[in-house]
C-alpha cells in the first residue's frame, strides 16, 4: 500500500501544478504540514481555509502547505473526506501543523430500522444501507436500477428497457407461488401500497434494505418478501443549501446483442432451397435472391432509433432556527430508443420539520408527481408485441414503397408461403397511443412528544393518492395484431384507476440506561387501509380516427368494459425491546400482531416474533491486542415474517353474475359460482434464520460482512387445481413449502487513501431454493414451458431434451421416433423414460428438465477513485449460470418459412450429405414434421444467460475557482451499460425474465422468458452539479 | 413506565373495536351467502346453466359428433402446422393411453359439461329452500334437471363412465368423485328426466329457447332409443307427437334458424341459443367450417359481413364425397345442406370446397353470428319414432313417419330395408347436426364404416381434400374406438381413473 501511495504522490505531483490555486500574497504567510494521525505521513490535497473567507489552499504531495492570511488570529481549517474536521486558531503562529484523524464518527453512524433508528455498530440484524449520493450520476429514472450491483442478497433485473417501467427486485431469492414477490418499500415510515419506480431518485437522503426477519418481522404479514426502506432529503444542520443538478444525454440500442436474422437475401435464398428441397417449383420471387441484395427491410432497427434523456433537479435545504426544510423539485424526460415512446416526469418534494418547545416536534412531508408515458405497444408475445412482430417480419417486405411513401400492409401471395400478413409497424409504432398519466401524492404529518428524557410519544398520519389514467388508441391505419388487414377497426380502451391509503401510526419509545445495562423499548398500534376504484371501457370500430371518443365509438366491447373495487384493511400491534450490556452483548426481541381483511373469518390474526443477538468480541479485553481488528461482530437471528399478496377476496366464495345467456334473440342476465370459499385462508408463512459476522481491518480500511441465511416459505397461497368435474378450476389454500437458503459476502475496501483516494465495494451471493412440498397428492406443477416439482429448484424450465437431428434412414430407424412425424433430418427428441418412442404429455411423457432460470450466484462491484478534483467510478454486475428460454423462436426459428429467420438456420439439415450443424432440422414434411422443433419446447429453445455488465463508468471534475459564484461545482460524463460480456445470443437483454411468458401463463412459476421486448440502451450523457 | 402501559392499554381497547374493520366483502360482486334467494336468482343461475352450451356447439361437439365419422372431414393445409388436435379427432388417431388423452376438443366436451352439471347442482341444492311462486320455481328446476341429464347423457355416450356428481362441490375433498357406471347414471337421468317432464310446461307455454316438457320427452326417449328400449322410446316420442307442439316447416332449409330470425321455429324441439352482437353471445362456429385459407373477399362471399377478414390455418368440418354421395338423387336436402365456396390460396386442386350450408346466414360482424344451433329437431322426432316402432315390428306406422320426412325432402317411398332406410334417413336428414358418430356407434356399425372409411382416404388423399402430393400422417385410422379417453388433465387430479 505505501508503494502505491509513494507512486501516486509522485503523479500528484504533476497535477498539482495544474490544479493548485495559490492564494494571492498579500500579508502574513503561514506554513506548515499535515500529517495522517494514524502513520504520521504527509497528507496530499488536504483542504486549508482560512475559517469564515474563501480563502483557502490545498497540501502539496508532501503534506506542505502555505497560505497568506491577513488576521494573525484567524482560525484555519482543515479539512479532507474520510478524516476528521479541524479548526486551529493561528494565535499570532507562523507555522501551523496538524495531524488529521480518520473519521471514527462512522462506527457511531446510526441506521434506520424498522420504526426507529439503532447505532450501526450496534445492530443485530442483516442491514445494508446506501446513501444516494454514491448514486446519484446514473442518468437513470428509478431507484432501483441505480441500486443494480450494490447490495448483497438482493436481485435487481431490469426485465425491459421501457423507461420507467420492468424493475424486478427479489430479496433473498423470495419467491411465492401465486402471491406477489416484490419487497415492501417503507418511505418515511410509511409502507406504501406499491412500488417506487414513480419516485425521483433525487428525493431519496438513502436507501436501507431490511433481509433477515429480525430486521423485517415488525413489518409482519408484509415483510416476507424483505423490506426497503427509503429516508427522503431533510433539512440538514447548518446553512442553507441550494443546489442543482443536471444531466443530459443520448440513448441507443449497442449493435452487440441484437438478434442476428437472415437479411433479405439469406430468406430468399432459404426459401429458394426450402421449395427445392421439397421438389416444388421455386416461386419467382424466391428465384434469385441476388436480386435483394442491398434490400434488406430491416424491420426491428427502423423501429429503434438514438433518442435524448434529461434530468434536471433543484434541492434547497435549510434549517433556521426551529423550522428544518427540504425542498425538491425535478423533471425527468426520456424519450425511449423504440420511436414515439417517451416518458416524463414531474415531482416535488416539500419536508418541513418544526420543533415547537424543546419536547414537541411537528412533521410535514408532502410529494406530489406527475409521469406521462407512451409505448406503443413495443412488448409481448408473436401478434401482440411490435417488436416481436417485426422481428419475425420477412426481409423482402417493404417498409417503403418505390415512391418513397411507406407501404400500408404486406401480403404476399399464398404460394409463396407467406401466411401471415403485416401492417406497416412503423406507422403501428406511430400511430399506437398506450400512454398512462400517473399523478401520486405522497403525505405524512407526525407529531412526536417527548413529556421526560428518554421517552417519545409519536402519532402519525400518512395518506397515498395515486390515480393513473391510461388510454390506448388504435387507429384504423395501425394495429399491433397480425394478419389484420389495414384499414382496420380502430380500438380504444380507457381505464382509470384510483388508489387511495391510508396509515394511521402511532408510538411509543422509551429509552433508559442502567448502568452498563441499556433498553429502548418500543410499543405501537397502527392501522391502514387501502381502496382501488377501477374502471375500464373498451370499445372498437370509430367513425373518425380523429375522434377517439366513447360516442365516436360504434360499438362498446362489453367484455372488456368493467368497474372494479379492491379493498383491504390492516390492523396490527407491535413491540420491540432492545437491550445491550456494555454496548458489546446485544439482545433484540420484536413481535408484531396483524389483522387483516385479507384472511379468512377463522383466521384473522397471526403473530409475527423474532429475536436476534450480538456480541462485538473485537470489544472484548482478550481482543484489545489485535491491532489490526477494528470490528468483529457476530449475528444471529431467527424469526417469522409474512406474505399477505394474496388476493383482497380470495377467501370468498364468489358470484359471476356475467355468465349471460340468449333466449330466442333476446340478451338475459345469468350467474354461476365462480370460486370456492375458504374462511381458513391466511398469510404465507416465512421463518428465518440469519447467521452473520461484521469484520472491519486495518482502521476500517476493509470491511468486510458475510451472511448465510435459511428460510422455510411454509402455507404457500396456492390456488390447488381441483379436478373439473366439480365445475371449478382450483380452490385456493395456504399448501407446501419452499425452502431458501445462501450466502452473501460484501466487502468495502479503502485501497489508497490521500490525495489519490480509492474505494473498492464488492458483494457476490449465492441463493438457492428447493420445494419441499406442493399441495397434498400434487408432485409438480407445469406451465407452458415450465415445471415446479417437490425436490427440485423453483420453475425449472421444463420441455423435451434434443439430440441432434436424424441424419439417415438408419439413424431415424434405430432411435425412438414421434410416431407419424418424425423423418430424416427432423430433430431427434430423447426417449427420457426409454419406452422407445417419444411421446409430449400424459403418463408415457418425455418431457425433463431442460434448463434453470436461476443464476448460481449474482455480484458486483463498485471502484471508485478520488484523484484531486477528479473522482472516477466504475459499476460492474454480473450474474452466472442462469438460462433463458428464448420464446421468439417458434417464429423466427420456423422451419416452415412463414416467418424470417435468425441465422441459424442457414446451418440446418438440408441432407444426409448436408447435414448442417446439427441444431436446425429439415423443412420438408410441412408443420406434420416441423411442427415438433417448433410446438414441442425443447432444450434448443434455451441458452445460457450468463453476463457481466460494466453498468457505468462516470467521470467527474471538481471545478476550482469557482468559490464567488458557487459553494462548489461539478462536471462529469457518464456511460451507462457500457458493455455487457455474455454468450446470450436469444436477444439483447441477458436480464430478462418474463413476468409473464406471454400464454397467459404468467408469474414466478414462468420466469425467464424472452420475447424479444424493449431492448435497455446504452445512455451517453453529461451533468453538473452545482451548490449555491 | 405507567405511561407508556396506559397508552397501550388505550390502544388495546381500540384495537378490539377492529374486527368490523376486517370484514371487507367485495363490493364488486356477490357471494354466495347473499345470493341463491329469490326467483331472479335463481332465474339467473337457471340462464347461467345453458351457458357452457354455447362453447360446446360452436366447436368441439361438432368435432367429436360429426367430423368424427365419415360426413366431414378437415381440409389439409400444409402449410399450416399446430393442427394435430382437431386432425386426431378426425383421423380416429387421439393419443390415448390407459384411457386417459390429452386431446383438447375431449377436454373441452367434458369440462363444459361438467360446468352446467355444477351450476344445475348449486341450483338443485339450493331452490327448495327458497321461498318464491310455485309454478316459476318447477320451472326453473325442470329446466336444470335437464340441462344436467342432458350433460350426463352426452357425456355417457362419449366417455362411458365418469365421475357422477349430483350435489355442489364445496370443498377440495369432495372434488374428485370415483367412476359411475353407465347403468347407473342412466337410472338417475332417466328418473331426473321423468320428475323434469312433470314440471317443465310445454313450447306453447315457455318462454321461447328454453327447454320444455316437449325437450324433455325427446331427450328421454333419445335415451332409451340408445338402451334400446324400443316400447319407452315410443311412449315418449308419440307423446310429443301427440301434444301438437311441433310440426316440420313446409321447406327443409327453414329449419334451421336465421341470424337473427326464424328462431326456435315450429319445428325445433331444442337449440343451442346464440345472437350476433358484442355481448359475448355470438357463435363463431361457421367461420370453423370454412377451407382455410380465404381472402377477406372469399369470407365475405359466404357471410355477407362489411368487414370480412381473411382466415388462415387449417379448415374442419368439411362435408366428405361420402355424405354428398348419401344423399338420392333429388334429394332436396342436399343443396339446403351444402354449398361450394372458393379458396383460392389453397393448394388443393382449384380451391372450390364443399361446406355446410345449413349454418351459413349473412350477417354484420365477421367471426360473430346468431345462428342457434339445432340440438333436437321434430323430423328427428319423427325418424326416432319410426325407428322405435320398426324395431318392434310396427312397419306400417314406422313408414308413415318416414315418409313425412322424406316427402319433405322431394322424396317417395324408401326402397330396401325399412330399419336401414330409417338409418340412411338419419344420416342426411341430421347431416352436420352432431348425430352421425353417435348413430354408428349405438347401432354397432362405427368399426366397420370406419375402418372402409379410413382406407378410402389413404387410398384417395386428394379427394379427401389433401393437395397433391400430400398424405395421410401415419398415425392416421390407428386408433378407431367407441369411446374417448378421459382427460388426462382430470386424470392428474383424480385418483380414481
Redesign the interface.
Known amino acids: 500500500m505505501t508503494k502505491i501511495l509513494f507512486g501516486l504522490k509522485t503523479l500528484y505531483f504533476g497535477f498539482a501544478l495544474l490544479f493548485t490555486i495559490h492564494a494571492q500574497a498579500q500579508s502574513t504567510a503561514v506554513t506548515g504540514t499535515v500529517t495522517s494521525a494514524d502513520d504520521g505521513f504527509g497528507l496530499p490535497g488536504v483542504n486549508v481555509v482560512v475559517k469564515g473567507t474563501t480563502n483557502g489552499t490545498v497540501t502539496d504531495f508532501d503534506g506542505k502547505y502555505s497560505i497568506n492570511v491577513q488576521d494573525a488570529n484567524a482560525t484555519l481549517v482543515f479539512s479532507y473526506i474520510g478524516f476528521t474536521k479541524q479548526e486551529i486558531p493561528l494565535n499570532g503562529q507562523r507555522v501551523v501543523n496538524a495531524s488529521m484523524t480518520e473519521d471514527a464518527t462512522a462506527l457511531d453512524e446510526v441506521v434506520l430500522v424498522g420504526y426507529g433508528t439503532q447505532i450501526k455498530r450496534q445492530v443485530t440484524g442483516s442491514v445494508q444501507t446506501i446513501e444516494a449520493q454514491e448514486l446519484a450520476d446514473l442518468p437513470v429514472s428509478q431507484v432501483t436500477q441505480k441500486l443494480q450491483g450494490k447490495l448483497a442478497g438482493v436481485q435487481i433485473n431490469q426485465t425491459t428497457g421501457k423507461p420507467g417501467q420492468g424493475m424486478s427486485v427479489r430479496i433473498r431469492g423470495q419467491l411465492s407461488v401465486s402471491g406477489g414477490s416484490d419487497p415492501l418499500y417503507v418511505i418515511d415510515g410509511f409502507p406504501i401500497s406499491g412500488g417506487i419506480n414513480t419516485l425521483n431518485p433525487d428525493e431519496i437522503e438513502d436507501i436501507t434494505i431490511l433481509k433477515d426477519a429480525a430486521s423485517t418481522s415488525l413489518y409482519g404479514s408484509r415483510a416476507a418478501n424483505g423490506v426497503v426502506l427509503i429516508t427522503t432529503k431533510k433539512g440538514t444542520t447548518g446553512e442553507t443549501n441550494v443546489s442543482f443538478n443536471t444531466s443530459t444525454g443520448i440513448q441507443q440500442v449497442p449493435e452487440r446483442g441484437r438478434i442476428d436474422m437472415m437479411d433479405a437475401v439469406e430468406f430468399a435464398q432459404f426459401k429458394k432451397e426450402y421449395y427445392e428441397d421439397q421438389g416444388d417449383p421455386v416461386p419467382e420471387i424466391f428465384q434469385d435472391p441476388s436480386q435483394y441484395e442491398g434490400k434488406t427491410n430491416d424491420w426491428y432497427g427502423a423501429l429503434l432509433r438514438t433518442s435524448p434523456v434529461q434530468n434536471y433537479n433543484l434541492t434547497i435545504t435549510s434549517n433556521k432556527e426551529k423550522l428544518r426544510t427540504a425542498v425538491v423539485a425535478g423533471f425527468f424526460k426520456q424519450d425511449g430508443v423504440v420511436i414515439n415512446s417517451d416518458y416524463e416526469r414531474y415531482s416535488l418534494r416539500v419536508n418541513l420539520d418544526y420543533n415547537v418547545s424543546d419536547k414537541v416536534r411537528l412533521g410535514f412531508n408532502v410529494a406530489p408527481s406527475y409521469i406521462k408515458d407512451n409505448t406503443p405497444r413495443s412488448d409481448g408475445d408473436r401478434g401482440t408485441g411490435i417488436l416481436f412482430n417485426a422481428l419475425h417480419t420477412w426481409p423482402i417486405m417493404p417498409i417503403y414503397n418505390e415512391d418513397g411513401t411507406r407501404t400500408t400492409f404486406n401480403r404476399f401471395p399464398a404460394d409463396t408461403g407467406n401466411i401471415f400478413s403485416y401492417a406497416n409497424w412503423l406507422t403501428s409504432a406511430e400511430q399506437i397511443k398506450n400512454e398512462t398519466q400517473d399523478v401520486n401524492i405522497l403525505s405524512n404529518a407526525f407529531i412526536e412528544y417527548e413529556p421526560i428524557d428518554g421517552l417519545t410519544v409519536k402519532t402519525s398520519l400518512n395518506a397515498e393518492l395515486y390515480n393513473r389514467q391510461y388510454e390506448f388508441f388504435s387507429p384504423s391505419t395501425a394495429t399491433y395484431r397480425i394478419n389484420r388487414p389495414i384499414p382496420t377497426d380502430a380500438e380504444a380502451i380507457w381505464e382509470d384507476r384510483k388508489d387511495f391509503s391510508y396509515l394511521n401510526e402511532n408510538l411509543v419509545t422509551y429509552n433508559k440506561s442502567f448502568g452498563e445495562h441499556n433498553f429502548s423499548v418500543l410499543g405501537g398500534f397502527t392501522y391502514q387501509k387501502f381502496r382501488r376504484d377501477f374502471s375500464r371501457v373498451a370499445a372498437d370500430t370509430f367513425a373518425d380516427d380523429r375522434l377517439p371518443t366513447i360516442q365516436g365509438a360504434a360499438n362498446i366491447n362489453r367484455g372488456g368494459t368493467y368497474d372494479s373495487v379492491q379493498e383491504w384493511s390492516l390492523v396490527s400491534f407491535l413491540s420491540r425491546l432492545t437491550y445491550n450490556y456494555k454496548g458489546k452483548y446485544l439482545l433484540t426481541g420484536s413481535i408484531r400482531r396483524d389483522g387483516s381483511s385479507r384472511f379468512g373469518s377463522e383466521n384473522r390474526w397471526g403473530n409475527f416474533p423474532s429475536i436476534s443477538a450480538g456480541w462485538i468480541a473485537s470489544d472484548e479485553t482478550f481482543m484489545e491486542n489485535q491491532e489490526a481488528i477494528s470490528l468483529l461482530k457476530l449475528r444471529a437471528s431467527y424469526g417469522v415474517t409474512g406474505n399477505n399478496n394474496i388476493g383482497n377476496y380470495t377467501q370468498y366464495a364468489l358470484i359471476n353474475n356475467t355468465v349471460n345467456a340468449v333466449f330466442d334473440n333476446e340478451f338475459v342476465p345469468g350467474s354461476a359460482v365462480s370460486s370456492l370459499s375458504n374462511s381458513n385462508l391466511g398469510w404465507e408463512t416465512t421463518k428465518q434464520f440469519d447467521i452473520g459476522l461484521d469484520l472491519s481491518l486495518f482502521n476500517d480500511r476493509v470491511s468486510f460482512i458475510y451472511d448465510y441465511y435459511t428460510k422455510n416459505t411454509t402455507n404457500l397461497l396456492y390456488n390447488v387445481q381441483v379436478p373439473r368435474e366439480s365445475g371449478f378450476t382450483n380452490f385456493s389454500d395456504n399448501i407446501g413449502e419452499i425452502k431458501f437458503w445462501g450466502h452473501e459476502f460484501a466487502l468495502n475496501t479503502v485501497n489508497t487513501t490521500g490525495k489519490f483516494r480509492w474505494t473498492t465495494n464488492a458483494n457476490i451471493s449465492f441463493n438457492r431454493n428447493e420445494v419441499v412440498s406442493l399441495a397434498e397428492g400434487i408432485d409438480r406443477v407445469y406451465g407452458t414451458f415450465h415445471i415446479t416439482q417437490v425436490g427440485k429448484p423453483f420453475g425449472q424450465f421444463y420441455g423435451h431434451l434434443s439430440d441432434g437431428v436424424y441424419l439417415n434412414q438408419q439413424d431415424l430407424d434405430s432411435s425412438p421416433q414421434v410416431p407419424g412425424r418424425s423423418t430424416v433430418g427432423s430433430i431427434k427428441l430423447v426417449d427420457v423414460n426409454g419406452d422407445g418412442v417419444i411421446t409430449r404429455g400424459g403418463d408415457e411423457d418425455d418431457r425433463a428438465i431442460m434448463g434453470n432460470p436461476f443464476p448460481d450466484f449474482t455480484y458486483g462491484i463498485t471502484n471508485t477513485i478520488k484523484y484531486g478534483n477528479f473522482d472516477f467510478s466504475v459499476i460492474g454486475t454480473g450474474s452466472q449460470g442462469n438460462e433463458l428460454l428464448i420464446r421468439h423462436l417458434y417464429s423466427t426459428a420456423n422451419l416452415d418459412g412463414v416467418f424470417n429467420l435468425v441465422d441459424g438456420v442457414k446451418y440446418r439439415f438440408r441432407s444426409e450429405e448436408n447435414p448442417g450443424r446439427g441444431f436446425y432440422g429439415t423443412t420438408v414434411g410441412g408443420g406434420n414434421v416441423t411442427g415438433i422443433e417448433r410446438d414441442w419446447i425443447n432444450d434448443r429453445f434455451v441458452a445460457d444467460a450468463s453476463y457481466f455488465n460494466i453498468r457505468n463508468i462516470t467521470l467527474g471534475y471538481t471545478l476550482d475557482g469557482v468559490e464567488k459564484f458557487f459553494k462548489s461545482a461539478r462536471i462529469y460524463g457518464s456511460i451507462q451499460n457500457v458493455h455487457i460480456f455474455t454468450k446470450y445470443w436469444g436477444g439483447p437483454n441477458p436480464e430478462v425474465s418474463g413476468e409473464s411468458d406471454g400464454d397467459g401463463d404468467g408469474g414466478n412459476l414462468s420466469q425467464g422468458v424472452d420475447l424479444s421486448g424493449y431492448p435497455v440502451p446504452r445512455i451517453f450523457s453529461i451533468g453538473l452539479n452545482l451548490n449555491f | 413506565?405507567k405511561?407508556?402501559f396506559l397508552?397501550?392499554a388505550v390502544?388495546?381497547v381500540?384495537?378490539t373495536g377492529?374486527?368490523d374493520?376486517?370484514?371487507?366483502?367485495?363490493?364488486?360482486?356477490?357471494?354466495?351467502p347473499t345470493?341463491y334467494k329469490t326467483e331472479v336468482?335463481f332465474?339467473?343461475?337457471v340462464?347461467?346453466?345453458?351457458?357452457p352450451l354455447r362453447t360446446i356447439y360452436n366447436q368441439s361437439k361438432a368435432y367429436l359428433g360429426e367430423m368424427h365419422s365419415d360426413n366431414t372431414y378437415y381440409a389439409r393445409n400444409?402449410?399450416?402446422?399446430?393442427?394435430?388436435q382437431q386432425e386426431d379427432v378426425a383421423d380416429f388417431?387421439i393419443?390415448t393411453?390407459?384411457g386417459?388423452?390429452?386431446n383438447n376438443h375431449v377436454t373441452n366436451i367434458?369440462?363444459d359439461h361438467?360446468?352446467i352439471?355444477?351450476?344445475t347442482?348449486?341450483i338443485l341444492a339450493t331452490i327448495d329452500d327458497a321461498e318464491f311462486d310455485n309454478a316459476a320455481k318447477n320451472n326453473i328446476k325442470g329446466q336444470a334437471l335437464f340441462l344436467r341429464s342432458f350433460s350426463y347423457f352426452d357425456l355417457v355416450q362419449f366417455f362411458g363412465s365418469?365421475?357422477m356428481?349430483l350435489v355442489?362441490?364445496?370443498?377440495?375433498e369432495?372434488?374428485?368423485?370415483p367412476l359411475s357406471s353407465p347403468d347407473d347414471i342412466y337410472t338417475q337421468i332417466i328418473g331426473d328426466l321423468e320428475t323434469a317432464i312433470s314440471l317443465l310446461p310445454p313450447k306453447s307455454q315457455q318462454?321461447?329457447?328454453?327447454v320444455t316438457s316437449g325437450a324433455a320427452r325427446t331427450l328421454l326417449g333419445n335415451i332409451y332409443i340408445v338402451r334400446e328400449q324400443w316400447a319407452d322410446a315410443e311412449t315418449q316420442f308419440q307423446a310429443v307427437v301427440d301434444s301438437n307442439e311441433y310440426e316440420l316447416m313446409p321447406n327443409y332449409e327453414d329449419a334451421f334458424s336465421g341470424n337473427?330470425d326464424n328462431?326456435?321455429n315450429i319445428e325445433s324441439v331444442f337449440e343451442v341459443?346464440?345472437?350476433e352482437g358484442?355481448?359475448?353471445?355470438n357463435g363463431s362456429f361457421l367461420y370453423n367450417f370454412l377451407p382455410r385459407?380465404m381472402t377477406?373477399d372469399e369470407v365475405g362471399a359466404v357471410t355477407g359481413t362489411s368487414?370480412p377478414?381473411?382466415l388462415?390455418g387449417e379448415g374442419n368440418n368439411i362435408p366428405t364425397p361420402d355424405i354428398i354421395a348419401a344423399y338420392e338423387d333429388g334429394d332436396l336436402r342436399e343443396d339446403a345442406s351444402i354449398q361450394y365456396v372458393t379458396a383460392s390460396?389453397?393448394?388443393w386442386r382449384d380451391g372450390v370446397y364443399p361446406i355446410i350450408k345449413k349454418y351459413v346466414e349473412p350477417h354484420s360482424l365477421n367471426g360473430n353470428h346468431?345462428m342457434n344451433f339445432p340440438v333436437y329437431r321434430y323430423s328427428e322426432v319423427l325418424l326416432f319414432l319410426a325407428e322405435a316402432l320398426e324395431e318392434q315390428g310396427k312397419s306400417g306406422p314406422a313408414l308413415t313417419h318416414l315418409n313425412t320426412v322424406r316427402i319433405r325432402a322431394g322424396l317417395g317411398d324408401p326402397v330396401g330395408d325399412l330399419g336401414e332406410a330409417i338409418f340412411r334417413e338419419r344420416r342426411v336428414e341430421l347431416a352436420f347436426e352432431n348425430k352421425r358418430w353417435l348413430d354408428l356407434v349405438r347401432t354397432g356399425r362405427a368399426i366397420d364404416v370406419i375402418t372402409a372409411y379410413g382406407n378410402r382416404i389413404k387410398a384417395n388423399p386428394n379427394d379427401y381434400y389433401y393437395p397433391e402430393g400430400?398424405e395421410p400422417?401415419?398415425?392416421?385410422f390407428t386408433n378407431i374406438s367407441l369411446t374417448f379417453g378421459l382427460p388426462?388433465?382430470?386424470s392428474s387430479?383424480?385418483?380414481n381413473f
Do not use: W
Not at chain 2, 400444409?78 to 394435430?84: D, K, L, N, P
Open positions: 413506565m405511561k407508556i397508552f397501550l390502544l388495546g381500540l384495537g377492529c374486527e374493520e376486517l370484514t371487507i366483502f367485495p363490493e364488486d360482486s356477490l357471494s354466495v345470493f336468482d332465474e339467473q343461475a340462464n347461467g346453466a345453458y351457458v400444409t402449410a399450416f402446422g399446430a393442427t394435430e388417431a393419443p393411453d390407459n386417459i388423452t390429452t367434458y369440462v361438467y360446468a352439471i355444477a351450476r347442482n348449486q365418469v365421475p356428481h355442489p362441490v364445496l370443498s377440495r369432495d372434488a374428485a368423485l318462454d321461447p329457447g328454453r337473427s328462431k326456435n341459443q346464440y345472437k358484442p355481448e359475448g353471445l385459407p377477406a368487414n377478414q381473411p388462415n390460396e389453397s393448394f346468431g400430400a400422417r401415419g398415425n392416421a388426462a388433465s382430470e387430479l383424480n385418483p
